[in-house]
């Protein structure tokens, strides 16, 4: 399953104005992400398990959307191809930035992987964009770090 929309979340098909994005292969941390936008009342999102995918959908997404949330590394969910090449969040990150105009929403990074975490951080921010970050550390960093986040970037909006 390349992408999950608000058919996750809620069973509608209904969807606001404003989708959140996300990038994560992690069925867990999916779950963590459903449970804290369930509660702050939010349905229409989109998480995407392959960077690929997320590029096919974004020129279409991004002109509404309220905030993207990038992992890096990427894994096949359960029951996927081993074979099939996600690509990364990187690969986002770069697209993201080649964008003309100005930058749309504010971009979290909520990756591990230091290294590249700070490489997205920085094509980004060179590009204009608001870059927050909530890294996947600890146990409750999605109910903790990603939320404030993500609540900031809904009260600005």
């Known amino acids: 399953m390349s992408w999950l929309t608000s058919k996750l ?19 867990h941390r999916i779950a963590g992400f459903s449970a804290v936008l369930v509660a702050l009342g939010r349905s229409d999102v989109h998480v995407y398990g392959s ?15 309220e905030v993207i949330s990038l992992d890096h590394d990427l894994y096949p969910l359960s029951g996927g191809d081993p074979d099939e090449d996600l690509g990364d969040g990187f690969m986002v990150a770069r697209w993201l930035a080649e964008q003309s105009g ?19 951080q920085g094509v980004l921010e060179h590009a204009g964009w608001d870059v927050r970050l ?4 600890g146990e409750h960093w999605i109910e903790k770090d990603w939320l404030v986040e993500v609540e900031r970037v809904l009260r600005s909006s």
């Open 51 to 65: 960077a690929r995918h997320m590029l096919r959908d974004l020129p279409g997404l991004l002109p509404s959307a």
């Open 134 to 137: 909530a890294g996947a550390v």
């Open 9 to 27: 979340l809620n069973g509608s098909g209904s969807s606001s104005p404003m989708p959140i994005l996300i990038l994560e292969d992690s069925a």
């Open 102 to 120: 100005p930058p749309r929403c504010p971009v979290i990074l909520h990756t591990s992987n230091g290294d590249m975490c700070k490489r997205m």
